[in-house]
């Protein structure tokens, strides 16, 4: 940052692409062409990258650790699973219903969430969670509570591209509201409320005297990662059309903050390819050694967090000092 | 970064490499269980009455060679199931998808089954609608309703007049009260309280408690396997409900080689129903139970018996087709199958697709220095009740 003057100078040098991530996006497109049997898993790469995406606009960026993150992601599947079961199968429209779901209620408890920090917050956040779990598990009637929703179906995307087999369709949507998701993360947080967020991470009590009400902003941004958190779990119920309580569950928040501290956080792209490695390295473990692959993955996160604090991303940042600079 | 990136792509095609051709002559068969998490000991013994089958039958059945490929889900997990069902398909080529330990994963995968056209068996997991979801799909396990209609039935004619319930409070659980409650009304009995315990680390004092100032000549119990059945046990003995004076009965996991190991003397007079133990008085079953000792060391228990049987009904599919290993071609084979099974005998229904067996009732009784469960009556060919009530 240093010998960057003009603050809309340094954002407007952060608003413009570099050929790194312009060659990212089109290397993304390549398991249509390379590994077109592999679909299933990159569109489920795509979703896990969105839910990552939206975990670290709080906890990378404005500093909130959250271990309840899933409640807004299956409150996001659940809202688009039932819509297409009552017969609305639209994806699109049922995306953005799912989406506004999570982000009210998001909203709604982004005012407790905001009042607490450290312990506090990681167990408001896990109660949360908790919570809508068991409401969820409760009302079986409406969610098929432990055995999932059933009767998901989905009508062809834009009205001719059915949710095939092979995942063409599933995987173009995801990449798609990937694209959408990322993009939009980018200008917020290379905006001047992007920044202040930063600002509310490093000291929150310096920003009001500074004229930056921090509660209402940490709000905003809780509420804006709950709707993304809710677009992501809308995709994986349409996509997969199926509801399940694991999309609620404590494992998924979890395995989250993994995937997060694996990528990077506060680093915009870190969620994408922390859910990228772990999840690619998930599926070749676990067809190696259907029973002891979790022994792996541990030893990939020891090796992360001991040699990479900062993730992936952080690391090959400090290995390429240009970059590092930049970012 | 770029040539960070690179790597990383480079990484990722490495591993993403292309799986080679198979031979024409062979049959694949993709298997989906829970090989980590809480439910891996089930996916490791339904595993084993794979292997056990394979090891006793040799892997070429109809000049083909047999194949398994065994993909861990991790637990309830149906997107997973579902992702892992397709990818067995469309990738590996699979002629078969085979396992299921849990419910929601099954249903997931059954989707799969029926839009790709492929046999899927359900070798364990338990609700009844499962089979409705591919006209492709065959069980080999239970259901609970199967289990639970026929006991409560012989609970009411065995002359028990009054019964409290205390189940689970989860998808299993729900099922077998109202099967239960269900069969045992028709047949003339009462039910005098029902009541449902949190699935997750119950305390079980306050409702056993709540079961005896109900006073009823037997309660009925169905808690999933595992720790459960034993706490549930300890409860019921340190309120003074023992079996001398108040019936228990249950679904077979509360007697369960493990739960009864714990309960210990405790256990003794506990009246359950089940479709299958590894004491079961047959010569085939002991031959069956002391292979399953030498190969892995342990007793088999139901998920064994399942992953055993649904490779015995694959086998005599593929004899049947001559090899051919279409959905429509395998599924019609294994309509109306009929075989004996360590457990007894046992038959596909034609119309259901869904296994027929008989129901054993049993007594945990000391058998020398262990309590066991003994078998003392049964209740024979019993079909789904559920899918018997559905509208055709």
Same mark, same amino acid.
């Given at each position: 940052m240093a010998g960057v003057a003009d603050p809309h100078q340094y954002l407007a040098a952060k608003q413009r692409w570099a050929p790194i991530e312009v060659a990212f996006w089109l290397a993304m497109l390549l398991p249509f062409v390379l590994v077109p049997t592999y679909l299933p898993l990159a569109s489920q790469i795509a979703i896990t990258a969105i839910f990552a995406v939206s975990l670290d606009l709080i906890l990378g960026y404005a500093g909130l650790v959250s271990l309840g993150h899933a409640a807004y992601f299956g409150l996001g599947a659940y809202t688009a699973g039932l819509i297409a079961k009552a017969g609305w199968g639209e994806p699109f429209s049922g995306l953005l219903i799912g989406g506004a779901a999570a982000g009210l209620f998001g909203h709604l408890t982004g005012y407790i969430v905001v009042r607490v920090r450290h312990l506090a917050l990681i167990m408001i956040t896990l109660g949360i969670g908790l919570l809508l779990y068991e409401v969820a598990n409760r009302a079986s009637w409406l969610t098929g509570g432990n055995d999932g929703l059933q009767g998901v179906a989905m009508w062809p995307l834009f009205g001719s591209f059915d949710f095939d087999l092979y995942g063409y369709t599933a995987y173009a949507y995801s990449l798609a509201v990937l694209f959408a998701v990322v993009l939009a993360a980018r200008r917020l947080v290379h905006s001047p409320f992007g920044l202040s967020l930063r600002a509310i991470r490093e000291n929150e009590r310096r920003m009001p005297a500074i004229g930056a009400p921090s509660r209402a902003r940490l709000r905003t941004i809780y509420t804006i990662a709950a709707t993304i958190a809710g677009i992501g779990g809308a995709l994986l119920a349409q996509t997969t059309q199926f509801v399940s309580l694991g999309a609620l569950s404590f494992e998924r928040s979890a395995e989250l903050i993994v995937i997060l501290v694996i990528g990077g956080?506060? %680093?915009?792209?870190g969620g994408v390819v922390g859910a990228i490695v772990y999840m690619v390295a998930r599926d070749r473990l676990s067809g190696m050694n !259907? *029973?002891?692959?979790y022994f792996w993955i541990g030893l990939m996160l020891i090796g992360v967090v001991l040699f990479l604090p900062n993730g992936i991303l952080g690391g090959l940042a400090t290995l390429l000092p240009r970059r590092s600079r930049a970012s | 970064m770029l040539r960070a990136m690179t790597l990383c792509l480079g990484f990722l095609a490495l591993l993403a490499g292309p799986t080679s051709g198979q031979a024409q002559q062979t049959i694949k068969i993709g298997v989906i269980l !829970?090989?980590?998490? *809480?439910?891996a000991d089930t996916g490791v013994q339904l595993d084993d009455g794979i292997k056990l089958y394979m090891q006793q039958h040799g892997d070429m059945v109809a000049g083909k060679k047999i194949e398994v490929i065994r993909k861990d889900v991790g637990g309830i997990a149906p997107e997973v199931a579902k992702r892992l069902a397709q990818e067995l398909v469309? %990738?590996?080529?699979?002629?078969i998808l085979a396992g299921f330990a849990l419910t929601p994963n099954a249903l997931a995968a059954a989707e799969v089954s029926a839009q790709a056209k492929k046999f899927m068996v359900v070798m364990n997991a338990a609700t009844s609608i499962i089979t409705t979801k591919s006209p492709y799909l065959a069980r080999t396990s239970v259901t609970v309703p199967q289990i639970d209609e026929a006991f409560g039935n012989w609970v009411a004619k065995s002359g028990v007049k009054t019964v409290y319930t205390l189940v689970s409070d989860y998808g299993p659980g729900l099922d077998a009260e109202a099967s239960f409650q269900r069969a045992f009304e028709a047949a003339g009995g009462k039910v005098v309280g029902s009541v449902r315990v949190p699935v997750a680390n119950p305390d079980f004092s306050a409702f056993v408690q709540r079961a005896k100032d109900a006073n009823p000549e037997g309660i009925f119990i169905f808690v999933p396997g595992g720790t459960q059945p034993a706490a549930i046990g300890k409860a019921l003995a340190s309120r003074g409900i023992t079996p001398k004076d108040t019936k228990i009965f249950g679904q077979g996991e509360i007697t369960s080689e493990d739960a009864l190991k714990s309960m210990g003397d405790d256990a003794v007079g506990i009246v359950t129903a089940f479709h299958y133990d590894y004491n079961h008085n047959s010569p085939m079953n002991r031959e069956f139970v002391a292979a399953y000792n030498k190969a892995f060391g342990r007793n088999p228990d139901i998920y064994s018996i399942g992953g055993y049987d649904g490779m015995r009904l694959i086998y005599a599919a593929l004899e049947k087709t001559g090899g051919k290993a279409d959905g429509q071609d395998l599924i019609d084979a294994a309509k109306g199958m009929t075989w004996e099974s360590p457990r007894g005998p046992m038959s596909i229904d034609p119309e259901t697709r869904d296994v027929v067996q008989t129901v054993y009732i049993r007594r945990a009784e000391k058998v020398g220095e262990h309590v066991a469960n003994v078998e003392f009556d049964k209740v024979e060919n019993v079909k789904d009740p559920v899918k018997s009530r559905m509208p055709k």
């Open positions: 956080t506060g %680093r915009l792209y !259907p *029973q002891y692959w | !829970p090989f980590s998490g *809480q439910f469309v %990738r590996d080529n699979v002629d």
